[in-house]
Nanobody, 122 residues
Framework: QVQLVESGGGLVQPGGSLRLSCAAS????????MGWYRQAPGKQRELVAA???????NYADSVKGRFTISRDNAKNTVYLQMNSLEIEDTAVYYC????????????????WGQGTQVTVSS
């Protein structure tokens, strides 16, 4: 049974930083592409960042240069370092496992975490 447990969300002022963590179990983590999605109120869930088993990364245009995704295969954990946070980054952030790449598109896998709230506000 796949389990993805996110942590690290919270309230931060604009310009601040947060680091999200997602601890995975029940999967062959080192062979699995991982990603972070987010969903703001009234909006569709969108891909924020993804990392392949080999370390190739992909970012939404809105977060390039501010967010960094990384993985620690020894700890079965994927991270999302978020810097220079903006009010528009406010959303529930979800960890996803098993993404697939089709051409230039990264497609969500079947396994999701419960989500962690990130609120950027002054």
């Amino acid at each position: 049974q796949v389990q993805l447990v996110e942590s690290g969300g919270g309230l931060v002022q604009p310009g601040g930083s947060l680091r999200l963590s997602c601890a995975a179990s029940g999967i062959r983590f080192s062979f699995t592409a991982m990603g972070w999605y987010r969903q703001a109120p009234g909006k569709q869930r969108e891909l924020v960042a993804a990392i392949s088993s080999g370390g190739t990364t992909n970012y939404a245009d809105s977060v390039k240069g501010r967010f960094t995704i990384s993985r620690d295969n020894a700890k079965n954990t994927v991270y999302l370092q978020m810097n220079s946070l903006e009010i528009e980054d406010t959303a529930v952030y979800y960890c996803n496992a098993g993404l697939a790449v089709r051409g230039s598109r990264w497609l969500a896998g079947d396994s999701w975490g419960q989500g962690t709230q990130v609120t950027v506000s002054s």
